[in-house]
């Protein structure tokens, strides 16, 4: 039996901003809505809700709505829902909402992600950072949060300081791949930071966790950002045309550590997008748009060369080309990446997707997508997508 | 304040163990292979004899970063993080501080001893260069 390939067929975003002092409901609300207004769709299609990675409560604002809290608010009633926290990174719902309605378990699959980290840092509670409510660690993180190592940026922080190491490239590569993304970020109404970025703003920044400055950091916001999966042939009816999930990868290789990787000029990101391009015929040289995980600005000349778009070691070259800007050969995070449109953990990459294969974005629009790779996390958390509009 | 680990039985002799410059790292004695962060059952053969072996911390650093951010209100900054390849253990890393006087001359393949601190039932390993403290 040959499944047919599930579709995204709408996506919603709230406002988002910093400091709210709104409700992740109401964001989710806002963005669940629209998703399900953008597909054509009405509440009493949807059958089916996922989420990363549930509600938690450990990390201040980082996931405050879990899938039963939005099945309540919104009403919906459901024949297959999930919360994924341990999966392909932040697009493991996508995945898994996909092979729900390849299975026939639901039709229309509401994804969502909501996040209030700005709002709870301003309250004193600083975001991700995981501080919990025990006083003691356990888990992955007990082997870094009790030596100091307290933020993804020090873990990040040696990713970027091996990578510089070994290939060459210094701050300014990362200069360049912020600045251009901000650039992107203005030409992006639903984008937080408007204002243009110069290098020499870059370069005056503070550091963070060396070699990464402010710059290099995404922006902990406030809101929501859902999208629908459809089975393929209820995707048909709906109102955009179909992006087909054409293949996902998320392979992982070694352990769940950010450290103990044998070469951390790799992340979990090459595992998954070399899975993804085994499920294809799609090459990377198909793809029209990017959208990578930038959690960090280092991790996007990993996610490049992850999904083959270079070699290893050879994206500095890229940058100093300008292939990763928008008008280069190879557009990244057209929409600003969470660098500049702010954190919404891998869906407002994957929203950015979905808008430049419907032709949806102006100024920004890069001309006739029809092939996007979207790639989620960092260290070892990786899922890779690859959407084709049909 | 440091954020201590949960003690559990696979965990107990690396947080309390290591003493003179060595910490106790999990080996398997039917392949030899060396465990971090420590398992029950060897990854490699699935035995289940494996035990933790005090190892020398001597080691080289793999990656660092200067931490410039102070993510608790009383975290003093600067300071050194690195990630190093526990020199007796192949396999092995070891991200930990690194207590140096130069902190601007922090290097990939600088050699490293370890060193201890001790917070409530925890001996906290952490990095001192060895050239340092050969003079």
Redesign the interface.
Known sequence: MTLQKACITGTGMSTVGRNTMRLAIDHLADAALAAIADAGLTRDDIDGICTYPGRSDNAPGMSPLGVGEVRNALGINTRWHAAIPEGPAQFGPVMSAAMAVMTGQARHVLCFRALTESSSQSAGRRASVPTGKNARVSGWLSWYLPMGAMSASNWAGWIATRYFHEFDMTREHLGMLATAQRENATKNPRALMQKPLSMDDYREARMISSPLCLFDCDIPIDGACAVIVSAGDAAKDCRNAPLQIEAMGAALTGKDTWDQRPDLTTMASHDAAADLWQRTDYKAGDVDVFAVYDGFSIFVPLWMEAFGVCGHGESKALIEEGAFRLDGRHPVNTGGGQLSAGRLHGFGHLHEACEQLWHRGGERQVSDAQVAACGAGGGFLAGALLLVRQ | M???????MI?EAFWTKGRDGKIMIVQCPDCERFI??PERIC?NCLGRNVAPRAVSGDATI????????P??PD?AV??A?V?ADIDAAP???????FETDDIAEIA?GQKLIMDFEEVED?R???FRSAQEAAQ
């Not at chain 2, 396999?91 to 501080?97: Q, S």
């Open positions: 440091a954020v201590l680990p949960e003690i559990d965990n971090h962060p990854p793999y990656s660092f970063t200067i931490n410039h951010q993510w608790l975290m600067p300071f993080l990630v396999g092995v890393r070891i991200a930990a501080r990939i925890i906290l390993p952490f």
